[in-house]
């Protein structure tokens, strides 16, 4: 292909104008003529059995249309789940965490239904609950499900550790290899440590909310969702539809993330459209958001072991996560801890034990980084533990033990995409690394894209402008604009001719998923297989009117006269007419090996911390956006910022607190994510374009690697600073206080010592 | 269920309004239901900022203000800022130009603060513009390009 000219430049968003006059519209934001609105009866406590649902009252209520329940829809089977299908969207028989919805009042008015909701009344009987993941997997602990939810059968999720699953065990996975102990004997210096990461509330902005409809037997929902087809997916197994019958429409999204991913609030609106036989709407409050979905908390035990030289001989960890009360996607972090924790280093041996527990606490799933942030903690921050304990610099350790372009970090995984070594390079000549105080930064890759499905439909008007049906979804990171950059190349047309229509199942083609930080690399691959389709199209048809037909920018040279694709398609047709060009990408070929590509972290930061109060300050803040080629470098600054900002939350103050079985703070008061005063004074970032990826022009994907580093560099720089390294984030000022105070006899002594 | 509600006539974008509010009601759900969309409801907590409008000038969570105190009064929306992508405030143009966004959910409040500082003071700091927006929350961008934005639309708005 030729040398782009759109991609590889900064044009401003398509949203841009919409976003900005607030004429956008969010599924929050539509007006479904005929709407009733749904609102959940939550259980009130983390673990018991339903006695009994009087709802006698609450239809009383003037304006209550109904209030649904599991038993009352039956022989519908509630259930949903992508991977196991273990999550009742109304609690069948016994509630597995406060805040499970229990049943759905359905009224005229969103008040009227609140109001009703209140006056429902649900007997239990309690049964013993376990909140802390460690807890959960030991002998004799409560049982969430008395039988254990199998899997659905996805091949894209066959690595999720679906054997040997008993008693509270939610997932599991091994990765092994080489010889632990023998390594473990031969080292000089293991470090050892248990790390902890918090459990996290993503907070996109706009909270989840669903609208659904059954019309000429087409169930149809518009919804806040990031993976419109594995909810259409999902809602067509519990309705017993055929695919061709669900459709999931999904407008402009306020912020995904991750949190958005697969299904989440569809459920209760079809099934309050299903009962009623009306439009039915479910939006949710934060504080409901949050009794939706959070991200699985972590309990890390590792260790490394190093010669004196620095070599990386193995590494051990062993790891429990917490994924609350139904499996959602926690298989699947799950499966990704594991490979991410260890990073991207040559080891000789390395055995990761990766555990995820029921507990009854809302249920974890997806959120940026995926399990990476989680297992970066442990492993970049005995990197520098090493480092401190070997007498070798931090950054010299890594550059000693990274693996270079090509090679594998896991056995018969692609070869790694990227130049780590150069990146770090990068990231810590501008952290100024050596020459100041409270530095800290790290690597990270990870096995990124998903599994590598994506179709896309081209077609290629009569007046020669072109538009694509794709189902990644726009989620703010800019994928409307990126990709209407790669058709305009694929096509050879100017920005301005071409536009992309995405995320509305009844029209665009299929997509997996919109995560993985997979859109710009495989949506741009099955794209431009898509343009390359319709190319071809209009060479057939040119070649019917002419004898040598060659392929040229926005059209065709047909013996020696250029035609437009409009002038093709307008003289085949006679008049009107359109050519469609179709493209896919599978696991096949240059797609066969997984992943399909690497996606890497390379961030840091410089802090200070007033030691008599605690307060960590980010005065620096660097990310290093190693995308092969950045197709819009704005966006991707966008995105780098971004997922580096939100993990600054999870190292400084974010963490959902349980009290007993209760969820503490389930608001953005008491969850304190980042504020514009928290930025850093200086932000540095940098972009690594070196044409190694497998999508478009040489790109890979972004938007959650620049993330995976900072939990870690914050700790490390930290850690430099008052002595001791932390261990557990987030590192509130109380928690940096009394390392600070644990610290300082250690100091004094070495100060004595001189 | 009985409501007790009230009449109230106030301003809304420029355009006089007299209707019949139940007492009860939110100035955030009235300007929705006018089918005003851009301010977004999100904490319901008075702390993100996504639901701002300009009350007599003065930016308020519309969120936690019943639509009865708009009797008598003047609400602007980022919907009366402008009336097409080519006439756009300052600040919206500078939004743009800073690629200030990215889901775009909190930009109308986020843009509604802004302006609402730039009236207050014409000139403002750095610092100023941190401070004012500390009660403004976006999970996309880190901020960085919204104080940037800000700032350029302060100093196009002060060259007229």
């Not at chain 1, 939006?283 to 890390?300: K, N, Q, Y």
């Not at chain 1, 305009?488 to 930080?517: C, H, M, N, W």
Request: net charge negative.
């Amino acid at each position: 292909m030729a040398e782009p000219s759109v991609s590889g430049t900064s044009i401003p968003r398509l949203d841009g104008p919409a976003k900005v006059m607030g004429r956008a519209k969010y599924a929050l934001d539509l007006d479904i003529p005929g709407a009733a609105h749904g609102v959940a009866v939550r259980a009130d406590r983390a673990h018991a059995r339903i006695i009994g649902v009087d709802a006698s009252k609450a239809e009383a209520l003037p304006g209550v249309i109904a209030v649904v329940t599991a038993a009352s829809v039956a022989p519908i089977d509630v259930r949903f789940g992508h991977i196991s299908r273990d999550h009742p969207a109304l609690a069948v028989d016994k509630v597995r965490y406060a805040g499970e919805p229990v049943a759905l009042v359905v009224a005229e008015t969103r008040r009227a239904a609140e109001k009703a909701a209140r006056l429902v009344r649900v007997t239990y009987e309690d049964l013993p609950a376990v909140i802390d993941a460690e807890d959960a997997l030991a002998d004799g602990a409560p049982l969430l499900h008395e039988v254990h939810p199998g899997r659905t059968g996805d091949e894209g999720f066959h690595n999720t550790g679906a054997d040997a699953l008993e008693g509270n065990l939610c997932a599991a996975n091994l990765i092994e290899w080489g010889d632990l102990e023998a390594e473990l004997a031969a080292a000089d210096v293991v470090v050892e440590g248990e790390y902890r990461y918090p459990m996290l509330y993503g907070y996109a902005m706009e909270p989840y909310n669903a609208t659904a409809l059954f019309e000429e037997g087409t169930l149809t929902v518009y919804t806040t969702a990031q993976h419109p087809y594995m909810v259409r997916d999902d809602l067509a197994r519990m309705f017993a539809l055929p695919l061709a019958r669900v459709r999931v429409v999904v407008p402009y999204v306020g912020g995904g993330y991750g949190t958005k991913s697969y299904t989440k609030v569809e459920p209760l609106a079809a099934l309050g459209a299903y009962a009623t036989g009306r439009p039915v709407r479910v939006a949710l409050s934060v504080e409901e958001a949050i009794f939706t979905t959070r991200s699985d908390g972590a309990v890390i035990r590792a260790r490394s072991a190093f010669k004196s030289d620095g070599t990386l001989l193995a590494r051990d960890f062993d790891i429990v996560m917490n994924s609350g009360a139904y499996s959602d996607n926690s298989p699947l972090v799950c499966a990704k801890l594991a490979a991410r924790a260890f990073g991207p280093y040559r080891l000789n041996a390395l055995r990761v034990r990766c555990r995820s527990a029921f507990t009854n606490t809302t249920p974890a799933s997806s959120l940026r980084g995926f399990g990476a942030p989680q297992g970066n903690l442990a492993g970049e921050l005995q990197m520098d533990e090493a480092a401190d304990r070997l007498g070798i610099d931090a950054r010299e350790l890594r550059l000693l033990n990274v693996v270079r372009p090509g090679e594998e970090i896991l056995p018969g995984k692609r070869g790694i995409d990227a130049d780590l070594a150069a990146d770090l390079e990068l990231l810590t000549e501008s952290l100024g690394w050596g020459e100041r105080e409270g530095v800290g930064f790290g690597l990270a890759a990870s096995d990124a894209g998903a599994h590598p499905t994506s179709t896309a439909l081209v077609r290629i008007h009569g007046d020669g402008s072109a538009s694509c049906a794709i189902g990644a979804t726009e989620l703010g990171q800019g994928s409307r604009t990126v990709l209407s950059q790669i058709l305009a190349d694929g096509l050879g047309l100017p920005f301005e001719k071409v536009s992309i229509v995405q995320s509305d199942t009844g029209v665009v083609a299929y997509e997996r998923t919109t995560g993985a930080s997979r859109t710009t690399t495989l949506v741009g691959r099955s794209l431009l297989a898509a343009c390359d389709d319709a190319r071809r199209r209009i060479r057939e048809l040119a070649a019917e009117y002419a004898a040598d037909v060659q392929d040229a920018p926005g059209g065709v040279v047909a013996d020696g006269e250029h035609l437009s694709y409009g002038a093709v398609i307008r003289k085949w047709f006679g008049s009107g007419g359109e050519v469609v060009g179709v493209g896919a990408i599978r696991r096949h070929g240059e797609f066969e090996k997984l992943p399909p590509f690497w996606e890497i972290g390379a961030s840091g930061v410089a802090v200070s911390v007033d030691e008599e109060t605690g307060r960590v300050v980010v005065e620096q803040l660097t990310t290093v956006g190693d995308v092969g080629f950045a197709i819009n470098p704005l966006l991707v600054h966008g995105q780098d910022l971004g997922a580096a900002t939100m993990t600054l939350g999870a190292a400084l103050s974010e963490e959902l607190v349980y009290d007993g079985t209760t969820l503490s703070n389930p608001n953005v008061v008491e969850y304190r994510v980042p504020r514009v005063s928290d930025m850093p004074a200086k932000i540095d970032q940098i972009l690594a374009e070196r044409r190694d990826g497998i999508g478009p022009f040489g790109a890979k994907g972004g938007g959650e690697g620049a993330g995976n580093t900072i939990g870690a560099a914050v700790a490390a720089a930290v850690g430099r600073l008052l002595g001791r390294y932390p261990r557990e984030l987030p590192l509130t000022p109380e928690r940096v206080w009394r390392l600070a105070q644990e610290a300082a006899p250690d100091r004094e002594t070495e100060a004595v010592r001189g | 269920m009985t409501m007790t509600t009230t009449r109230i006539s106030g301003t809304i974008n420029g355009r006089e309004v007299t209707t019949e509010v139940d007492n009860a009601t939110l100035l955030l759900d009235l300007l929705r239901d006018l089918g005003l969309t851009g301010a977004k409801p999100s904490c319901e907590m008075e702390v993100c900022g996504a639901c701002a409008v300009q009350l007599d000038g003065l930016p308020v969570s519309a969120c936690t203000t019943l639509a009865i105190e708009l009797d008598g009064r003047t609400v602007e929306t980022v919907e009366g800022l402008a009336q097409s992508a080519d006439a756009l405030h300052p600040v919206q143009r500078a939004f743009l130009q800073k690629s200030a966004f990215q889901c775009g959910f909190c930009t109308p409040g986020m843009i509604m603060s802004a302006k609402a500082l730039l009236e207050a003071n014409p000139s403002p700091s750095r610092d100023d513009v941190v401070h004012w927006l500390e009660g403004s929350i976006c999970r996309c961008t880190g901020y960085e390009s919204i104080v940037e934005a800000v700032l350029e639309a302060a100093e196009e708005m002060r060259n007229g």
